[in-house]
């Protein structure tokens, strides 16, 4: 005769492991929630990635060494064209929206936080589910809130260097025509006034080189 001792061993030796419930493996019932991705992201969140990305790609643009012709006509066409003023003018009320997401994920974070510390106090996260749920919480927090903080951040970037080029191109124009007209009146016509745009375009050839990382490109009598 086998006890029933006996036949629960012989049960257990033949149970397969995946579907054993001893403490290493969690009971069947228990559905973890898969770690989060990007694709399981809301759409606001998404458009604000893909408008970070965007960004970054604008910000390589800019600070990518090109002629000076090239940049020239690059500039003045985003400068003059009412289509890109129209698109300007949409970009800063989308960055007024994600300022108020950007606050919302702050204080989503902060309150998980408190959460998570108050439910370790009181042993609420002692079980898989809680533990699973209070991280999973946590990290979609994080995520948002370094997504808007880094949009943010580049919109004020982009638009600092871009004033910065701006300035840099109408000083090189300016140094040019000033040029030509000292070189057509001969060597008396040089005057205080070259030399002050001379210095002009040599501080902003600075200014825009501390703000790109580029070398500066400062012009020679």
Request: charged content about 25%.
């Amino acid at each position: 005769m086998i006890s029933d001792e006996n036949w629960k061993l012989e049960d257990r030796r033949h149970t397969p492991v995946s579907i054993r419930h001893d403490a290493h493996f969690p009971p069947a019932h228990l559905h973890l929630t898969p770690p989060p991705t990007l694709l399981t992201m809301a759409l606001y969140n998404q458009l604000v990635f893909a408008l970070l990305c965007v960004e970054i790609l604008t910000f390589l643009i800019l600070i990518v060494p090109m002629p000076f012709t090239i940049r020239r006509k690059m500039f003045k066409a985003i400068a003059t064209s009412p289509v890109l003023a129209k698109v300007q003018y949409a970009l800063k009320i989308i960055f007024c929206f994600v300022a108020l997401l950007f606050v919302d994920a702050v204080n989503q974070m902060r309150k998980i936080q408190r959460e998570g510390a108050l439910a370790k106090e009181t042993g609420a996260r002692a079980d898989l589910r809680g533990e699973n749920d209070y991280r999973s919480r946590k990290f979609l927090s994080e995520r948002n809130f370094y997504i808007y903080s880094f949009t943010l951040f580049l919109s004020l970037i982009l638009s600092r260097t871009y004033s910065l080029v701006l300035d840099l191109i109408k000083a090189q124009e300016d140094l040019a025509v000033l040029k030509t007209k000292v070189s057509s009146a001969g060597p008396a016509g040089e005057s205080k006034q070259l030399k002050d745009l001379q210095k002009e375009y040599d501080a902003l050839a600075v200014k825009y080189a501390s703000a790109t990382g580029a070398v500066a490109d400062k012009k020679k009598d």
